[in-house]
């Protein structure tokens, strides 16, 4: 033990003697177990990559070998914790190294493993084994690892793999046939997916060529092999033929080869096989022969172009080629004008001119150069032709020649002359005519008279010369006639009046057409111009014959209107009249409840009975809500303004029409309510779907006189693209409001047109068939569709789909009736008060003076401005809209916020709400209560406004 230790003078020898062992957990050298201290000789003393880890804290030691493996590391390495020191690597040695320390030795083999070994990621792999080390006890105490990086190598193996495959990828890519035979029997060592094509896909690999090509040796092409491989010289051959039969005894294909076998000879010079590569020049040598055979053709064809002299030239105009049409035109044969100049053809005239040469410049520099001129027959006869000179080019653009076109135009030169005497004739005949024939240049600016006296003088401007003959009241639609025909490129028909120098008005006809030229522009235009006044004038004696009875027409067409007018308004009355029977029997009952109720009220007063006095009292109460309810729900149906929609509970809104409907329809006709389980709710205007709704009950109604079935249905629906499609909705969810009748039913015809204003099937005088365009319009703005199912004798549904809404429904904005009422703020207030029914001011004004109000009564307007506008205290204006002697309310509190700009005005009015103050809107500190009204909400709307002002 006192031996020096541990043992050699290796550098890491050395760093374990030197290191501070007593600070650490393993504490001094001296104390360590003997199994450590001989596993650290040995580890120290081995030329391979070793290190070994102890105790469960897996200190870190290490040898000589393995120091170029920590890099940076290494200056903190000796005594570390493995855990710590190798903590990016830790997981890839977690498993064995506890392994190790239960018993289990392990080896591994390139196995990858990330590091950061330098400041960067890298890859790494590596080959080590893990031993336990026993204590004395058989505890395992550590564990010892031998290991190898071996990354460079794995690397190289990945680069040659690399380098293989691209190797690999290019020879089965080539577009040669390549293969290489091994040995003397030619087994087939590898062959690319080319040659594999070449012999029919068979397989041949590792196996003989012999053996595996059996046709190839019947031709001789493995006895070529064998002298080959014998004689160590190549072999090649250009269009070799091969007749591939892939299946004995199966179909052949001939295929032409240009081929080479390579021997391949070994270091000693000993050949070892043969490499075979080659190119498949069948369908090449096929080409081939079809460029010759097209040439063939070609010539057949040209020299079947009888009508055609086409001759081809070097570029010194000397001739290379000559059709038979050359022959037939210009009488030399091929072989006579072979190598002669194309001059021969020409005039003297040309020659010396030098035409052929302006011709082929020309031809250069464009592409073509056009000839049309006389020329010149073998027998020295003239001929006119036509035609062109076009230059031939090399595929790189290199001019080699010229091709020239000619064709014997002589008949038709003959013919354009004949053509021309012709046309002389007709113009002859053209100036015989009675009417004025022009021509006028494209756009109309140059015009020429041809023929006849009319409007137009020769060689005039369209503009503004010859249009001054125009009357002015015309111009105008003359000149848009000739610009829309130009436009259009379409005739001109068009009449228009002139002014003769006299001052006379006449009459001219005007048509023309338009001559186009090759590129379908105008050229110019033909056309005539007629006198047509006799025509115009006789046609104004006509009218003015037929004049009186137009105006008789007119007469009784608007005698007419006038009928349907009052029949439309008549079928309007009777319309509301249907609604307004059914609301004037409730009312007369609510108001019989009323009035019997405060009689016996005043006669148990007068009897000095004041018991049971609430019954009456209530019963008036809850009679005069329900008319309250029933004139609300008649200004809503009777409105004539846009509403706006509002978030809208269908449910309620049909369970709270049950009874207007119920009495709509009369007891002969059962009334049936089906909700949906949890509807959804709608963004509607409620006063237009409470008009929709009572409209198609009352057309149910009217389709079943002898009584029956109503039934109102509200269903959830949540159309998908194809539901929606049929609907002519887009796809989401709907509710689904239908109103089914056991009625009569509808014809698919009159279905056809149920929603065309105006039109009804009810006799005059009971529909004005407006009702369900009014609902189809309603339904459309609202965002759904409406949708008819009906049967003749069966009956009809209605069913209305409108848009669902995920949004909040509206709420009312006024307090509770049961919040209690601060009166406080009433105290030393003071209350204009402006109504002209004297009741209903007294009422107001006992009501306000209760609550502790100062209230300055007045019955007109004119009254209650001049108070406004003196220096009285007034706090807040009440006050009736429909007032009688001039002024209304909101005129009255108009002229009062003039003065007092921020006086509080509550208007208190029979209409409907939102109608109480015409087209206008209210102002802050402006409301409106609606009659009928209970005191506490009067009292609590005054209240609200002085207290919205104080704030």
Known sequence: MNAEFPHGNSVMAQAVRNHPWAASPLGPTAQWPSPLRNAVDLMLGSPESMYLVWGDALTFFYNDAYTPILGPRQAQALGAPLRVLWADAWEAVREPIEAAFVGQASRFEEVPIGMNRYGVPEQTWWTF???????????????????????????????????????????????????????????????????????????????????????????????????????????????????????????????????????????????????????????????????????????????????????????????????????RILGWSEAEMLGQTLQRTFTPEDVEQRQLLIEA??????????????????????????????????????????????????????????????????????????????????????LRQLVGDGVLSDAVSATPDWQTMVHPDDRARLAQALAQATATKSGVDVEYRVLGADGHVGWTLMRAIPLLDEREQIAEWFGTSADITDKRVAEEQLRQLTETLEERVRERSAALLLAEEKLRQSQKMEAVGQLTGGLAHDFNNLLTAISVGLELLQTRIEQGKYDRLERYVEMAQSSAARATALTQRLLAFSRRQTLAPTALDVEALVRGMHDIIARTLGPSIALQLRPADQAWQVLVDAPQLENALLNLCINARDAMPDGGQLTISLHNRALDAAAAQQLELPP???????????????????????????????????????????????????????????????????????????????????????????????????????????????????????????????????????????????????????????????????????????????????YAASAAVGAGQLDDGMEVLTKPFQAIELERRVAQLLERRAH
């Open 361 to 446: 410049a020309a031809a250069l520099e464009s592409g073509s150069g056009m000839d049309e001129r006389w020329h010149v027959r073998k027998s020295g006869e003239r001929f006119w032709a036509n035609g062109s000179l076009m230059v031939l080019r090399e595929e790189t653009g290199e001019a080699i020649g010229f091709v020239k076109v000619l064709r014997d135009r002589t008949a038709e030169r003959l013919a354009s002359e004949a053509l021309q005497k012709s046309e002389r004739r007709l113009d002859a005949l053209v100036r015989a005519s009675s009417q004025s024939i022009f021509s006028a240049s494209a756009h109309w600016r140059e």
């Open 732 to 910: 989401g969810d709907y509710v689904c409001l239908s109103v089914q009748d056991t009625g009569t039913g509808m014809t698919a015809e009159v279905m056809a047109r149920v929603f065309e204003p105006f039109f009804t099937t009810k006799p005059i005088g009971q529909g004005t068939g407006l009702g369900l365009s009014m609902i189809y319009g309603f339904t459309r703005q609202s965002g759904g569709h409406v949708r008819i199912d009906s049967e003749v004798g069966v009956g009809t549904t209605m069913a209305l789909y409108l848009p669902r809404f995920t949004g909040v429904l509206a709420q009312d904005d006024m307090a509770p009736a049961d919040a209690p009422l601060q009166r406080n703020a009433a105290h030393s207030r003071t209350v204009l008060l402006v109504e002209d029914e004297t009741a209903i001011r007294v009422l107001i004004s006992e009501v306000l003076t209760e609550a502790g109000y100062r209230v300055i009564e007045t019955a007109e307007g004119s009254a209650a401005v001049e108070r406004l506008r003196s220096q009285e205290h007034i706090d807040v204006l009440v006050t009736d809209v429909g007032l009688t002697g001039g002024l209304n309310g909101r005129q009255v509190a108009d002229a009062g916020r003039q003065s007092r700009p921020a006086l509080p005005v509550l208007f208190v009015t029979g």
């Open 129 to 327: 084994s893990f031993s336990p080390i026993y204590l004395d006890d058989g505890r395992v105490g550590g564990a010892f690892c031998v290991t190898n990086e071996v990354t460079a190598r794995k690397l190289a193996q990945a680069r040659l793999a690399d380098e293989h495959e691209r190797l690999i990828r290019l020879f089965e890519q080539a577009p040669m046939f390549m293969a290489f035979l091994s040995g003397p029997q030619h087994r087939v060592e590898f062959a690319n997916p080319c040659y594999s094509r070449l012999i029919g896909h068979r397989d041949v690999i590792g196996r003989p060529l012999a053996e595996a090509l059996p046709d190839a040796v019947e031709q001789g092409h493995v006895r070529r092999l064998d002298e080959v491989y014998q004689s160590g010289r190549a072999f090649s051959a250009n269009a070799l033929p091969y007749i591939v039969q892939a299946v004995p005894g199966g179909p052949t294909e001939r295929r032409l080869l240009d081929l080479v076998y390579q021997p391949i000879a070994g270091a000693d010079g000993t050949i070892s096989g043969i490499f075979v590569q080659g190119l498949d020049i069948t369908d090449r040598i096929s080409l081939e022969r079809a460029v010759r055979e097209a040439e063939v053709r070609n010539r057949q064809i040209l020299d079947s172009v009888m009508d055609y002299a086409i001759i081809a030239t070097d570029m010194h105009g000397r001739v290379t080629s000559w059709n038979e049409g050359a022959r």
